[in-house]
Nanobody
Framework: QVQLVESGGGLVQAGGSLRLSCAAS????????MGWFRQAPGKEREFVAS????????YYADSVKGRFTISRDNAKNTVYLQMNSLNPEDTAVYYC?????????????????WGQGTQVTVSS
């Protein structure tokens, strides 16, 4: 059974940084792309960033490009999201997702397993 467990969320002031982690188990981590999505209150879940199975490719939403960095450690079965220069618009529940294949994507249907989410709140 695939499990994804996010950690690292919290409350931070605008301009601050947070690093999210997602520990995966139950499948061969290095064979699958990984992604981060987020959902703010009253809004649809949206793509944030994704990374291919070998870290050879990564993609970002325009809203986070240049501020967020996705990375993975296949030896630790963990994917990370480093978030810098946070602003209140980044406030959301952040979800880790495991891809159906090895190529990084930005569509929700390209991911078949999801974590429970971690809350990120940015105060102004």
């Amino acid at each position: 059974q695939v499990q994804l467990v996010e950690s690292g969320g919290g409350l931070v002031q605008a301009g601050g940084s947070l690093r999210l982690s997602c520990a995966a188990s139950g499948r061969t981590f290095s064979s699958y792309a990984m992604g981060w999505f987020r959902q703010a209150p009253g809004k649809e879940r949206e793509f944030v960033a994704s990374i291919g199975r070998s870290s050879g490719s990564s993609y970002y939403a325009d809203s986070v490009k240049g501020r967020f960095t996705i990375s993975r450690d296949n030896a630790k079965n963990t994917v990370y999201l480093q978030m810098n220069s946070l602003n209140p618009e980044d406030t959301a529940v952040y979800y880790c997702a495991s891809g159906r294949g090895g190529v990084a994507g930005y569509r929700r249907h390209e991911y078949d397993y999801w974590g429970q989410g971690t809350q990120v709140t940015v105060s102004s």
